[in-house]
């Protein structure tokens, strides 16, 4: 008796039933008159296999009646349902061996609202529960923003943002460089020959620049004389200091 329990439960376990799980959207939006793909995937361990068979059924809203058939596929072929609302409607969409079995509804009406059913089976796995889709067809007023609405508008904002930061940057930094930007002018000249050396300093002192030292009160330029001991005559130097010019 004892043999017996267990060669059941090594039974149950190789050739045992699994179940299959199947997924659709909870809801789809659909412009009236327009065609509309119902989305419905699933995962099975098995294999796939001529065997397996895909039904969709629907009820309609408002109503508390049983689902009813309005597509079957099967062994690569498709069947229409029982639904005269649906008749030459329904076209298959889906692809078994990338686990896809989605349906294509044609030129949607009013009387399309409801609930949808997908229900895959792939024996041994047969024992999963069917997904189900409320389907809403509304005039393209009402249909609810798009995703892709949303995010062009989200990267569209991104770029403005982007343009401003680039802006204010740009600006900062300039002005940061404006700020420090000065020039330093420096000269040492002999005055071996005065007379003309000092006229030419004398008009390039009033030539567009703006003499002052950084760490100082602006002030004229200053010269430096060194009383030259070698002997000779007219022989001292003259010496400017560094003037800073800052450039506003």
Same mark, same amino acid.
């Given at each position: ?23 659709? @959207? ?33 009820? @309609?809203?408002?109503? !508390? ?20 609302q649906f008749e030459s409607r329904v076209e ?55 995703? !892709? ?64 030292? @950084?760490?100082? @009160? ?31």
């Amino acid at each position: 008796m004892l043999y017996c329990v267990s060669a059941a439960f090594i039974f149950a376990g190789v050739f045992g039933v699994s179940a299959i799980e199947v997924f659709t @959207p909870a809801e789809v939006f659909v412009e009236n008159g327009t065609t509309v793909t119902l989305s419905c995937s699933f995962k099975s361990r098995e294999l796939i296999s001529s065997s397996s068979s895909v039904t969709w059924s629907f009820l @309609p809203e408002g109503e !508390a009646v049983a689902f009813t058939s309005i597509f079957y596929y099967t062994g690569g072929k498709q069947f229409p349902g029982s639904v005269p609302q649906f008749e030459s409607r329904v076209e298959w969409a889906g692809d078994m061996n990338k686990n896809d079995a989605s349906i294509r509804v044609i030129q949607m009406q009013f009387k399309d609202n409801g609930t949808f059913s997908c229900d895959v089976k792939n024996p041994p796995d047969i024992s999963g529960q069917m997904s189900f889709t409320k389907v809403r067809v509304v005039m393209k007023e009402a249909l609810p923003q798009t995703s !892709a609405a949303v995010i062009v508008g989200g990267v569209i904002g991104a770029v403005i943002g982007i343009i401003i930061i680039a802006v204010v940057t740009y600006l900062i930094i300039r002005r940061q460089e404006h700020s420090h930007d000065y020039r330093g002018c420096t000269s040492l000249e002999s005055v071996s020959s005065q007379n003309t050396r000092v006229g030419k300093k004398a008009e390039s002192s009033n030539d567009n620049s703006c003499c002052s030292s @950084p760490s100082a @009160p602006v002030q004229g330029p200053v010269i430096y004389a060194q009383l030259d001991h070698s002997g000779s005559k007219n022989s001292f130097h003259k010496m400017e200091g560094v003037v800073w010019c800052r450039h506003t």
